[in-house]
């Protein structure tokens, strides 16, 4: 799942290849363009796509931990083990 900005076709080429379905809405000038070659538009799985949201929320919430944001830890143990740690203090809040 992406935003507006991944909605290339490279991008959705780029993901059949690696077998994923892209879950991203096209822009109004692409819409216009496919409507215009009558081609038919891409799957757009409403629903699948409004739970990204959850994702996104996630992130915020990891990135107000400063140390995460700013990434102060270089070595990817010491990162993943913080980000650990911010995970399971918001789970522990909710």
Same mark, same amino acid.
């Given at each position: 799942? $992406? !935003?507006?900005?991944?909605?290339?076709?490279?991008?959705?080429?780029?993901?059949?290849?690696?077998? #994923?379905? $892209?879950?991203?809405?096209? %822009? @109004? !000038?692409?819409?216009?363009?496919? %409507?215009?070659?009558?081609?038919?538009?891409?799957?757009? !799985? %409403?629903?699948?796509?409004?739970?990204?949201?959850? @994702?996104?929320?996630c992130f915020?919430?990891?990135?107000?931990?400063?140390? *995460? $944001? #700013?990434?102060?830890?270089?070595?990817?143990?010491?990162?993943?083990?913080? *980000?650990?740690?911010?995970?399971?203090? *918001?789970?522990? !809040? $909710?």
């Amino acid at each position: 799942m $992406a !935003d507006k900005g991944y909605s290339a076709r490279s991008f959705r080429a780029y993901s059949r290849r690696r077998g #994923t379905k $892209a879950t991203v809405p096209e %822009r @109004v !000038d692409q819409l216009a363009g496919r %409507r215009r070659r009558r081609e038919r538009p891409c799957g757009f !799985d %409403r629903s699948l796509y409004r739970r990204r949201n959850v @994702v996104e929320r996630c992130f915020h919430r990891l990135k107000q931990w400063r140390g *995460i $944001a #700013t990434r102060y830890d270089k070595q990817p143990g010491r990162y993943l083990a913080a *980000i650990t740690l911010a995970s399971t203090r *918001i789970w522990l !809040d $909710a």
